[in-house]
């Protein structure tokens, strides 16, 4: 970097963010860039980046800093880091990057590619339901012009119970132990949001946007997520208690709205964000990642592991490509997106377990695609419903095999999914040894992988899925540069090669 940051970053990359010519920080590009790739890979806060920038003659080669030259004020960071979320390339710098790592030569010709993912935990506390809606009113007041005197006037069901009003950042002094206290209090909060939110303008606050209606939309959500009516009122007596189930996308803090429970394994339970990376196991190259809530068809292995891999620049689009990865992207709309594509799956299929314990699995049954239908190990064959169950009911009874199939009265009903076929298929060419043998050389690799990215930084440093993505390409960005630099990376004539 302190001989070629100039050729890595020139300063025609970062024109865009500075249309008028006008305003420019006399900072180079070139420099800030190098910063925050350091920043990213050591895992500083701002102010201890320019502390190295200051102190470090390491840092200063690096970033092509005098000796003698004092750093300049952290808030710098934060000014261009707004200007390139801000921007129509916001992950430029990772992009540069992948962009040396083609012009190396380092994947060419490999046309394999790991997919896994982590849980990075978030920057923020977990709050209770009690926390959460005495923070969001107390938000709604600051965000909302004129809020504060309709909390005053409306929501005063918490002090007529504690004594203590929305002025304070406190739980109440209430009997936290007595169950009786606990569900008072968490009626008083309800019927407050809820009297707040009555008599607020949400359709004009909503219209207008910004922060208001952020503000106010989260109050709603909060308010309702937790709760349900007590044991004996119909919901409009006033008188709630906690769920006794947890809401699927339940938002666990207002400082960050964005972060989620996470459950990876059984066992271990974070609260952050998910990591996703597409990785090149022989180099250990990162060419693709993501960062995602926790939670979400939107957000699982599958479905963003294949939006991932599919976009990756550096494969060869004429070339089969073999994609591995874990039983959690082996679901049926992830080998069809790979069938479309012609590229060949080394996912690990999907357990199947029967509901007899030694009995006979799904494989057991044969499956006519052309039909739509299944026929179980008797021979009898019954069509698939448009809701994708196969009922085989009455033909149960009397039936050899049942002790072997079901103990359910009604007979056996099979599930169907949509892309069944391809997940048979994909099953029997999992038993092979040559897939067998191919996904345990290549699969682990990413553990290699996941292990550089989270090593000092399984904390990520911001608020939000958006300012988190961000920071893992540049995270990514530096560990991939890493790579290069212990692989030989150098300049040969002007371009970039691998010694």
Request: proline share 5%; net charge neutral; charged share 25%.
């Given at each position: ?18 249309p ?22 050591y ?56 962009e ?39 938000r ?42 606990r ?32 503000a ?11 709760v ?36 990876k394994?059984?066992e ?9 990376v ?5 180099t ?20 963003v ?86 009922t085989f ?25 949509e ?9 029997k ?49 530096a ?21």
């Amino acid at each position: 970097m302190a001989e070629h940051r100039d050729r890595l970053f020139p300063s025609e990359l970062f024109a865009d963010l500075f249309p008028t010519g006008r305003g420019r920080p006399s900072i180079p590009g070139e420099v800030i860039a190098s910063v925050i790739v350091l920043q990213a890979l050591y895992g500083h806060s701002d102010r201890e980046a320019v502390d190295a920038l200051t102190f470090d003659l390491r840092w200063k080669a690096a970033c092509g800093y005098a000796i003698d030259k004092p750093g300049f004020d952290p808030s710098t960071l934060t000014y261009w880091r707004r200007r390139l979320a801000a921007s129509n390339r916001p992950q430029r710098i990772f992009e540069v990057v992948r962009e040396v790592i083609t012009e190396t030569g380092a994947v060419a010709g490999k046309q394999r590619r790991a997919l896994d993912s982590t849980i990075l935990d978030d920057a923020v506390a977990r709050q209770d339901t009690v926390t959460q809606l005495i923070a969001q009113i107390r938000r709604v007041g600051r965000e909302v012009p004129g809020a504060k005197d309709l909390i005053t006037e409306h929501c005063t069901r918490l002090a007529a119970l504690t004594g203590q009003d929305y002025h304070s950042t406190g739980k109440p002094p209430i009997a936290w132990d007595d169950p009786a206290a606990r569900a008072e209090l968490v009626s008083a909060l309800v019927g407050d949001a809820l009297a707040l939110l009555a008599v607020l303008d949400v359709e004009a606050i909503t219209k207008t946007g910004g922060k208001p209606a952020d503000a106010v939309a989260l109050l709603a959500l909060v308010a309702g997520q937790d709760v349900e009516p007590a044991e004996d009122s119909d919901g409009t007596d006033g008188r709630w208690r906690i769920a006794r189930k947890t809401a699927p996308d339940r938002v666990i803090s207002t400082v960050d709205p964005d972060t989620r429970h996470a459950h990876k394994t059984r066992e271990r339970r974070q609260d952050g964000f998910k990591a996703h990376v597409v990785v090149e196991p022989d180099t250990g190259l990162t060419t693709v990642c993501a960062l995602t809530k926790t939670n979400g068809p939107a957000n699982s292995d599958a479905t963003v592991g294949a939006e991932l891999v599919t976009a990756d620049s550096t494969l060869a689009t004429d070339q089969q490509v073999e994609v591995l990865g874990d039983s959690a992207y082996a679901t049926g709309d992830m080998l069809h997106t790979l069938d479309g594509k012609k590229w060949l799956p080394l996912l690990k299929p999907w357990p199947l377990r029967p509901t007899v314990e030694g009995g006979f699995t799904l494989d057991d049954f044969r499956y006519d695609p052309d039909a739509d239908a299944l026929t179980c190990p008797a021979g009898i064959t019954r069509k698939r419903s448009a809701k994708g169950t196969v009922t085989f009911g009455a033909a149960c009874r009397g039936c050899p095999l049942r002790q072997r199939c079901t103990t359910s009265a009604s007979g056996r009903t099979v599930l169907i999914g949509e892309h069944h076929q391809l997940q048979r298929e994909h099953r029997k060419r999992a038993a092979d040894d040559g897939f067998q043998a191919d996904y345990r050389q290549h699969r682990p690799m990413v553990e290699r992988s996941i292990a550089w990215l989270t090593r000092g930084a399984r904390r990520v440093p911001y608020r939000g899925v958006e300012k988190n993505n961000n920071w893992l390409h540049h995270r990514v960005a530096a560990l991939n540069l890493r790579r290069l630099l212990a692989m030989g990376l150098t300049m040969t004539d002007g371009a970039w090669a691998l010694a």
